[in-house]
């Protein structure tokens, strides 16, 4: 198993710019979620999803979106992207809640927007 | 406010020696209590997680420890390898209607030969 797999892994954006994250995990998982880490901070929830085709918002889902058409793939969308959003991306995964279980985490995008 | 602090933020220490970190939490209603480890550059692993009940639990030279009544947890790591060297996670998970996962800032550990 190749678990959770991320791409790109580096990313520079100029303001106003668009792309999208890609996140796939091939456990099977429900559940999967969108994370940002800052320096120095703790991670922040965007997104997550709790099967295909139902997704939710998190603490800081301003400026993203995300859809799950199927149970492998979670992208994350930038449409416009400003400074503020340079920030590590982590996508994760789990078989149930992430409230009580593991979760599985990809190895992270890294984006700067200029 | 739910909040997750660890201490120290970031340590150096020898290889071969032994050492703790530190997490305390304000985070109601508890569920449960996780420990990441995050190598540079890849995404947290979990290393253990203990609820209400569990007092103290081991994966290998990790050993975390929960005490539910000071909402203190600690992280010890016997005979320190190079490989340690990381930044260690701190996580609470919040149940009920307002359940979510709370992280630490972490603390940078520097495991030198």
């Known amino acids: 198993n190749a678990g959770v797999t991320q791409t790109p892994k580096f990313r520079i954006l100029k303001i106003g710019q668009s792309m999208t994250l890609q996140c796939t995990q091939d456990m099977n998982h429900n559940y999967m979620y969108w994370y940002r880490q800052d320096p120095g901070m703790g991670l922040k929830l965007i997104y997550y999803s709790v099967g295909a085709g139902i997704t939710d918002k998190g603490e800081v889902p301003n400026g993203y979106n995300v859809s799950r058409s199927t149970t492998e793939d979670f992208p994350l969308r930038l449409e416009l992207a400003a400074p503020s959003q340079t920030s590590v991306y982590f996508c994760a995964s789990s078989s149930e809640r992430a409230l009580t279980d593991t979760q599985y985490f990809g190895p992270g995008t890294r984006l700067t927007v200029l | 406010k739910n909040q997750v602090e660890q201490s120290p933020q970031s340590l150096i220490i020898l290889e071969g020696k032994n050492c703790t970190l530190q997490?305390?939490?304000?985070?109601?209603?508890?569920?449960?209590l996780r420990w990441y480890k995050q190598d540079t550059g890849r995404g947290p692993v979990s290393l253990t997680i203990m609820t209400f009940s569990e007092n103290t639990k081991s994966n290998g030279r990790y050993t975390a420890t929960l005490d539910a009544d000071t909402k203190q947890s600690s992280l010890h790591i016997t005979a320190s390898q190079l490989s340690d060297s990381a930044s260690y996670i701190c996580?609470?998970?919040?149940?009920?209607?307002?359940?979510?996962?709370?992280f630490g800032q972490g603390t940078t550990l520097q495991v030198k030969p």
């Open positions: 996580v609470v998970s919040a149940t009920g209607n307002t359940g979510k996962l709370i």
């Open positions: 997490c305390n939490y304000t985070v109601s209603p508890f569920s449960n």
